[in-house]
């Protein structure tokens, strides 16, 4: 997109539509030219009034082009709600018809009797064949104008989502680099774990739990999460792993609360993606409060979308600061790139408190998984 500014930059937006439809004002006036008036006509006069004309439909092309591009483009092709796209793309046809029969007739036809009065003082016909005539001449070029309006809307669309597309593929495969320059080998890794969790059973079974759950979730990360979509209570049974490994490193100190409410095993998310919200509250909350620390996680459904809301205390002496890590910033990304339209997300900050709404339309699985364990102790 940076390659051309002028097609895809918005500060370039308002010269870019000036000079559209500059150059389509002087087409039109010019391939109409040749029709306009008889043929005894000095071509400059005709010009003159093929350019008028052009003129004066310009409102009805306008409103077809940019009602197809910022209305029923986006809005129903893209979505897919192609019926409902096809009756409004014939309500926009037949309204821009309706406006240029009324533009041909109360402001075109004066315009040609000024031009060429000897051609139109003896022209009578009756209004309905003069409406007819003049909403069919009219669409000639609304057509042409929201059709190539509609495909550049089109193209300059699947254009961006493949750019957005390729940089989010560049990007991971520099994680990917970045990963296995620290990688240990995942069997030497998992076969320590399993020797120390067999060593600490018997002589500290809280240790073996927090080696369990820890062995949980490096297999979850490394094995399971690289395919697009992963079942939801997975997702939330790793986020409880992690929360247990995080409260006793600081101590057992925080007041971690974790309620979720609906059928988990229906649905599938995206792996990892709400790891950092939850990352982003120990980081803000428990490890700045010295003194009774918080978290609250609260998942509900409403059919098949997902409502995520975590608040977590701060220390009120901190004030107001700045949040949005590179954690915050990958996941906004993603949330953009996966679920484009699909989601909302919002981040609230006061003196003590911070407040994390996410909303997400997820997928119901094909095959419903095995019920898994949720319970938090």
């Known amino acids: 997109m940076e390659k051309y500014p002028l097609l895809f930059s918005d500060k370039y937006k308002y010269t870019r539509h000036l000079l559209w439809w500059f150059s389509w004002w002087i087409f039109s006036g010019v391939l109409y030219s040749f029709g306009c008036g008889s043929a005894f006509v000095p071509y400059t006069q005709r010009l003159s009034c093929a350019l008028a004309e052009s003129l004066l439909f310009l409102p009805a092309h306008i409103f077809m082009a940019y009602t197809l591009m910022y209305f029923v483009v986006p809005r129903f092709i893209l979505k897919g709600k192609y019926p409902m796209a096809a009756i409004m793309v014939i309500i926009v046809v037949v309204s821009t018809g309706i406006i240029s029969a009324m533009i041909a007739n109360y402001l075109v036809m004066p315009f040609r009797k000024m031009f060429f009065p000897q051609m139109y003082t003896s022209v009578t016909s009756s209004l309905y064949a003069t409406f007819f005539l003049s909403f069919l001449a009219g669409l000639r070029g609304g057509i042409t104008i929201g059709g190539m309006a509609a495909a550049i809307k089109l193209m300059k669309y699947w254009y961006v989502k493949e750019q957005?597309?390729?940089?989010?593929?560049?990007?991971?495969?520099?994680?990917?680099?970045?990963?296995?320059?620290?990688?240990?080998?995942?069997?030497?890794?998992?076969?320590?774990?399993?020797?120390?969790?067999?060593?600490?059973?018997?002589?500290?079974?809280?240790?073996?739990?927090?080696?369990?759950?820890?062995?949980?979730?490096?297999?979850?990360?490394?094995?399971?999460?690289?395919?697009?979509?992963?079942?939801?209570?997975?997702?939330?049974?790793?986020?409880?792993?992690?929360?247990?490994?995080?409260?006793?490193?600081?101590?057992?100190?925080?007041?971690?609360?974790?309620?979720?409410?609906?059928?988990?095993?229906?649905?599938?998310?995206?792996?990892?993606?709400?790891?950092?919200?939850?990352?982003?509250?120990?980081?803000?909350?428990?490890?700045?409060?010295?003194?009774?620390?918080?978290?609250?996680?609260?998942?509900?459904?409403?059919?098949?979308?997902?409502?995520?809301?975590?608040?977590?205390?701060?220390?009120?002496?901190?004030?107001?600061?700045?949040?949005?890590?590179?954690?915050?910033?990958?996941?906004?990304?993603?949330?953009?790139?996966?679920?484009?339209?699909?989601?909302?997300?919002?981040?609230?900050?006061?003196?003590?408190?911070?407040?994390?709404?996410?909303?997400?339309?997820?997928?119901?699985?094909?095959?419903?998984?095995?019920?898994?364990?949720?319970?938090?102790?």
């Open 164 to 377: 957005r597309n390729l940089q989010l593929q560049k990007e991971n495969v520099e994680t990917q680099l970045q990963l296995l320059k620290a990688q240990v080998h995942p069997h030497f890794l998992f076969n320590t774990l399993n020797n120390v969790y067999a060593h600490t059973q018997d002589s500290s079974p809280v240790a073996s739990g927090l080696v369990l759950g820890l062995s949980d979730m490096l297999r979850y990360i490394l094995y399971e999460c690289n395919q697009p979509l992963v079942p939801l209570s997975k997702e939330i049974k790793m986020i409880r792993n992690y929360v247990k490994l995080e409260t006793v490193r600081y101590g057992n100190k925080p007041d971690i609360n974790i309620d979720v409410e609906g059928e988990v095993d229906e649905y599938q998310i995206a792996p990892l993606l709400l790891l950092p919200l939850v990352e982003n509250s120990f980081k803000h909350g428990a490890s700045e409060m010295l003194e009774n620390p918080w978290i609250n996680m609260h998942i509900y459904f409403e059919k098949n979308i997902m409502h995520l809301k975590i608040m977590n205390g701060k220390a009120p002496s901190k004030g107001i600061a700045k949040v949005g890590g590179i954690g915050l910033q990958n996941l906004t990304k993603r949330l953009q790139f996966l679920y484009e339209g699909k989601h909302s997300f919002s981040i609230i900050e006061d003196v003590d408190v911070f407040v994390v709404n996410l909303d997400i339309e997820l997928q119901q699985q094909k095959v419903k998984m095995p019920a898994v364990a949720l319970k938090y102790a």
